[in-house]
């Protein structure tokens, strides 16, 4: 098993998602759009935004060997060819092609979570269930509606237009 920040383990829920697709559904509705799942754990995010849009690449990052391995066993027998997950370190991940980016950054150290920043194509959509410190002090950072999560069903996700 490969090393990871953490085992505390929680996940935005299919519901959570719905408000995120409706809130950002320009984003989400664009064929030519590429989201990537930072930290995708098993998958459940990535195969519903998959299912769910006409985004043209879903994918999911996860460096836990034993989550990654789950995501794939979750989506073999989709036919979600737009789909994939990769087994890595998502700060060292090429995100030059991110429409969205979402991170559920909660039980990640601020400081790591600002590594992948750089991967970070200019005008692309990060949202995040914290905000990030690069974009702390960033007056266009805003807060989502309520989002449902596994572990709380009353908190706000932070997301942010990277400036070009």
Do not use: Q
Not at 17 to 29: A, I, K, M, Q
Not at 134 to 159: A, G, L, Q, S
């Amino acid at each position: 098993m490969k090393s990871f920040l953490g085992d505390v383990y929680g996940e935005i829920t299919n519901k959570g998602t719905d408000v995120l697709l409706e809130t950002f559904s320009e984003y989400f509705n664009n064929p030519k759009g590429v989201f990537y799942d930072l930290g995708s754990g098993n998958g459940n995010l990535s195969i519903y935004i998959a299912s769910k849009t006409p985004l043209k690449k879903v994918c999911g990052i996860e460096l836990h060997t034993e989550r990654y391995n789950t995501s794939k066993e979750n989506s073999k027998d989709l036919k979600l060819d737009h789909l994939s997950f990769i087994e890595a370190d998502f700060t060292e991940a090429n995100l030059s092609d991110a429409t969205i980016i979402y991170i559920d950054n909660i039980a990640i150290p601020k400081s790591y979570s600002t590594k992948f920043y750089n991967n970070v194509p200019k005008e692309c959509l990060v949202i995040s269930t914290r905000r990030i410190n690069v974009f702390e002090n960033k007056k266009d950072y805003f807060r989502t509606p309520i989002v449902e999560k596994t572990y709380t069903k009353n908190r706000t996700n932070w997301y942010i237009i990277k400036e070009s």
